[in-house]
């Protein structure tokens, strides 16, 4: 097998350069999960680009207006911790906080984050265990998904990212920069829902920033999994509660592949709907498919419970 | 490829040739000689790698090596001062919190990176700071008695 080569990129057009010398080369930030992929074979690229070399990626600024812009390359740690952050957006900086570990964290970061490839109980797995299931779409280029036998094409890989939720419930934009310009993206048109081609980046485009606009309400952030441990989320829950009767935003994460908003159940949220109703709703929207990390109707009473729970807590949330 | 990496390792400057996929890990086992620092997984999951890199822990398994260029690192062999243990180490001992002792460094190293920012965690804090160090003998009740022995310790860091 050939090497794979790591360049450490000087600049974002030196980045762009050696993506297109590249086809086959892969940007890496803090690496946790690249290299984990690397390992495991799940990824052979010819050449892996690293962006931590490039100063000026992981700043944390805020804008005009009351925006806050967090370079791609800040790592959760930071995200988690800065002190505009946890105030304009406590929502994000919880997500950050409870991914993995503090190794991790201190490592990885929130362009990283958003960018995780997505994950399937058939495809993070040893060479050796992927024997026994061969013909993944997503792992081998196979015809076959395990997860949905009967489907004919798509993988439902999750999206996997704790920080992808609240930064489609705050409505953030990322800047997308290439060697033919830059331009800037609502979050929610970045996850394509298909668990292969999961990003809307297009060829030689490089995550750069992620802009928050002027704070809401706060809202609330959940992350489930059977153990409170290092594991990936069964489910997030990313809710933003109306502001004179609108602007709700009920997201869900880590459930499919992209985050899902409840839309319906955000406009019942809008019009002051009772709590059981709207924590009803939000989990009968919810269209999943996947069995990984728990079965659909397990993830759905949970959806609605915990729901049920936040309603609850944003009630007693002095405004 | 191979390329030339400067750090800093428990204080002494160190200067090596090392391969571009080489990991931190490999560089202090197989290169330094500091087996101190514990393969695991070798997939951020056991932490049993954990070493401070401009004092921050990170999983030496998932650093390439070049990534730590020009940096401070400490291992489970720079915190004690000639024969004498740490004082974290010491409570470590004293608290029985080690028992195959295979994660023990590890977890030392990321103990130490919690002290570090906040020398008095609450019980949560000290859940999540070694959330990332796996052990399968103590249970971890004695690694946590270790940790509240010495934040209570007046000479505690």
């Given at each position: 097998m050939k090497e794979t080569s790591f360049i450490a990129a000087r600049d974002m057009a030196e980045a762009g350069r050696l993506l297109r010398e590249h086809p086959l080369s892969m940007l890496m930030a803090g690496g946790t999960d690249l290299l984990v992929l690397k390992k495991l074979e799940l990824i052979r690229p010819s050449a892996i680009i690293t962006l931590k070399s490039i100063p000026g990626l992981s700043t944390i600024r805020q804008e005009k207006e009351g925006g806050v812009a967090i370079g791609a390359l800040a790592t959760l740690d930071e995200v988690a911790t800065h002190p505009l952050i946890r105030q304009r957006a406590p929502l994000l900086a919880r997500a950050a906080a409870a991914v993995a570990s503090p190794q991790i964290r201190n490592k990885a970061t929130l362009g990283g984050n958003l960018c995780l490839n997505s994950r399937c109980w058939f495809f993070n797995r040893s060479p050796f265990w992927r024997a026994e299931a061969p013909h993944c779409r997503k792992a081998?280029?196979?015809?076959?998904?395990?997860?949905?036998?009967?489907?004919?094409k798509g993988c439902f890989a999750l999206q996997s990212g704790d920080t992808g939720a609240p930064l489609v419930a705050l409505g953030a934009r990322l800047r997308l920069v290439s060697a033919g310009g830059e331009r800037v993206a609502d979050i929610e048109e970045f996850y394509l829902g298909d668990g292969i081609r999961y990003l809307g980046l297009k060829p030689g485009e490089i995550l750069t920033e992620i802009l928050l606009p002027p704070p809401g309400p706060a809202g609330t952030f959940v992350k489930f999994r059977p153990q409170d441990n290092l594991d990936f989320a069964t489910f997030t829950l990313a809710v933003i509660p109306p502001e004179g009767g609108t602007g709700a935003r009920i997201v869900v994460g880590c459930a499919a592949s992209r985050p899902l908003r409840a839309r319906g159940a955000e406009k019942m949220l809008d019009a002051g709907a009772p709590e059981e109703e709207v924590a009803r709703k939000t989990a009968e929207e919810m269209r999943l498919v996947s069995f990984v990390r728990g079965p659909v109707d397990f993830k759905k009473q949970v959806i609605a419970a915990k729901m049920a729970d936040v309603l609850a807590g944003l009630k007693s949330q002095p405004q | 490829m191979a390329a030339l990496l400067n750090l800093l390792v428990n204080g002494d400057p160190v200067q090596l040739l090392v391969r571009e996929d080489e990991t931190l890990l490999d560089v202090l086992r197989d290169r330094l000689a500091l087996t101190g620092t514990k393969r695991g997984c070798g997939e951020g999951q056991c932490g049993h790698c954990t070493v401070l890199l401009n004092g921050k822990a990170v999983n030496s398994c998932l650093?390439?090596?070049?990534?730590?260029?020009g940096g401070q690192v400490l291992t489970i062999?720079?915190?004690?001062?000639g024969d004498r243990l740490h004082p974290l180490q010491e409570a470590f001992v004293e608290a029985g919190a080690?028992?195959?002792?295979?994660c023990t460094p590890g977890m030392v190293m990321a103990v130490y990176a919690l002290l570090r920012e906040n020398p008095h965690p609450s019980e949560e804090e000290i859940r999540e700071g070694i959330k990332g160090v796996m052990c399968r003998?103590?249970?971890?009740y004695k690694i946590m008695e270790a940790v509240r022995l010495t934040a209570s310790a007046p000479e505690a860091k």
């Open positions: 081998s280029g196979g015809d076959q998904c395990y997860v949905v036998p009967r489907s004919r | 650093t390439l090596a070049l990534e730590a260029e062999e720079g915190l004690a001062r080690i028992q195959c002792g295979y003998c103590t249970g971890y």
